[in-house]
């Protein structure tokens, strides 16, 4: 069994093993322990709708193909977004302080001599 389908509930409730999940939507489970199995998934609804929506696949390689897809239309969208955020932000701050110190020098100056000329 693909090592990928096996995770596919790692992260949910623990009553339900991957590999019966995958011997049940591959139809290899007897009446009984599909009955078995079918009885875990009463107590959730989510989950019974989530193997449901697993079982109508015709290929079984089909949801990982999906999953593929979603994660890289997810990873250029990540993508664009951070090259938007690089674009805005300031690429070399050298210039501003620069230009920062150089106007504070010349308000100094100009203040030294208004104030020599004053006095």
């Known amino acids: 069994m693909n090592e990928d389908l ?3 509930l790692s992260n949910s409730n623990k009553d339900i093993d991957n590999q019966k999940l995958m011997d049940y939507l591959s139809d290899k489970l007897s009446a009984e ?3 078995d199995f079918e009885k875990t998934l009463v107590d959730s ?3 019974s709708d989530a193997v449901d929506g697993l079982y109508e696949f015709k290929n079984k390689k089909d949801p990982l ?3 593929e897809e979603l994660n890289q239309n997810l990873q250029k969208q ?3 977004k951070r090259a938007a955020k690089e674009k805005r932000q300031i690429k070399d701050l050298r210039w501003l302080y620069f230009t920062i110190i150089l106007i ?3 308000i100094l100056i100009a203040f030294f001599v208004v104030w ?3 006095h």
């Open 6 to 8: 096996l995770n596919i």
């Open 33 to 35: 322990e599909k009955h």
């Open 45 to 47: 609804e989510l989950e």
């Open 65 to 67: 193909m999906l999953a």
């Open 78 to 80: 990540l993508q664009k």
């Open 104 to 106: 504070i020098l010349i």
């Open 116 to 118: 020599q000329y004053l």
